[in-house]
């Protein structure tokens, strides 16, 4: 099996998650969002293609890392492959944080009818939704770059049945072990 990526593993990333952060940067996107950043990720064909177990075994010798974060690109398009990789990383005891320009109900329903989309969710711990929009854009959210964005805890929004914030913008983040100081926030 083989995933379409628009780079290579990004290590030692801050600003992608809580934590120091691998980052799979997916390729492909259909979302257009004006004042995108990564618009070289939008092609379906671009990038480059790369087995799976060996980004899984880059991942088993990974050292210092929080967790790894999908970004792209919308890993949503490729929720098969990264269900797959998701689920190691899991198995490697780190956590797993997912970007995706969807909102979390759009994807309820495209799971529906896609088994591949919610079991991809079902190993994502913390989900940021909803596209970028340019003006609800600011420099004083955590992990986002658009107010209308969401830091969901995605475990507890299926069992609740209700979206269930991780992360609120007022709350401290202890960068070092990538946990949060309240309670009911991201662990
Ligand atoms: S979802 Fe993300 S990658 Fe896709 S267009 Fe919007 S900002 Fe860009």
Known sequence: MTIRLASELQLDSVVDGTGIRTVIWTQGCSHNCPGCHNPSTHDFSGGFSKDVDEIIDEINNLEGQTGITFSGGDPFFQPKECAVIAKA????????????????????????????????????????DGEFIMAKKSY???????????????????????IIIA?????????NFGRCDKEGIYI
Do not use: P
């Open 89 to 128: 990383v899991h198995n490697a005891n780190m956590d797993v944080w997912c970007y995706t320009g969807f909102k979390f109900e759009e994807l309820l329903l495209m799971a529906e009818k896609n088994k591949d989309i919610m079991n991809f969710l079902k190993n994502i711990d913390v989900l940021v």
């Open 140 to 162: 004083n959210i955590k992990f986002r770059g658009s107010s209308n964005q969401r830091i969901i805890d995605v475990k507890q929004s299926l069992k609740k049945k209700k």
């Open 167 to 175: 992360l609120a913008d007022d709350v401290d983040v202890d960068y």
